[in-house]
């Protein structure tokens, strides 16, 4: 089932990285409730999670997984692998969906290589090469399809990703403001934005 949310991000991987982007702008049925929503939330320092859906459940669902990478790298004396927490988140998604929080995320990070998760409604999640998300994930997912390579360098990976959330900005009225985009490498996540102009 693809449900479809107020926003764009995107996700994909390079031989050293995991680039996400998402736009700034958080709607309220038609009406722009505000131009500077950050859709990219740092879970560890290896991982981020975009958002796409209701404020409340992405900060609950944000704040279990905080937990949860935390507690393992306490127990563990290791950071967790990213499999894990999709896994995890999930569960959590899988075990409500008779009440179900109304969310898709990408879950991207740096374990012993770049990964990125595209995690569904109900907790179905693939790993993949790119994904994206949120109403304007149609326009994105064409640019995405039709320009990536296995071989991009990041900084081509992260004008892929700013394109894909521009293309969707143009003809989707539920994305729009400004690009933020996460760099997460072996060694860290940096974190970058871009205008829309």
């Known amino acids: 089932m693809r449900v479809l949310h107020g926003t764009t991000t995107v996700g994909l991987i390079t031989r050293t990285a995991a680039v996400v982007a998402a736009d700034r ?35 609950v669902l944000a704040s279990l997984l905080r937990i949860k990478a935390s507690e393992y790298s306490i127990t563990n004396k290791a950071r967790i692998p990213i499999r894990s927490l999709a896994s995890y988140l999930s569960l959590i998604l899988n075990t409500y969906k008779y ?16 990964r ?7 907790g179905d999640y693939i790993e993949d090469k790119f994904a ?9 997912i064409g640019i995405l399809e039709a320009e990536y390579r296995e071989d991009l360098s990041e900084e081509e990976a992260v004008q892929l ?13 539920f994305s729009g403001e400004a690009i933020d985009i996460a760099i997460v490498r072996a060694n860290g996540i940096e974190e970058r934005s871009y205008n829309l102009g």
């Open 25 to 59: 702008r958080a709607s309220s049925g038609t009406y722009i409730a505000h131009k500077a929503v950050k859709k990219i939330v740092r879970i560890a320092d290896h991982a981020v999670l975009t958002t796409a859906g209701l404020v409340a459940d992405t900060q």
């Open 116 to 122: 990125i998760f595209n995690i569904e409604f109900f």
């Open 132 to 140: 994206a998300t949120g109403s304007g994930s149609p326009i994105a």
């Open 99 to 114: 009440v179900p929080f109304i969310v898709q995320f990408i879950l991207a990070g740096y374990d012993d290589r770049p």
């Open 161 to 173: 990703a700013v394109k894909a959330v521009r293309s969707s900005t143009r003809r989707d009225v």
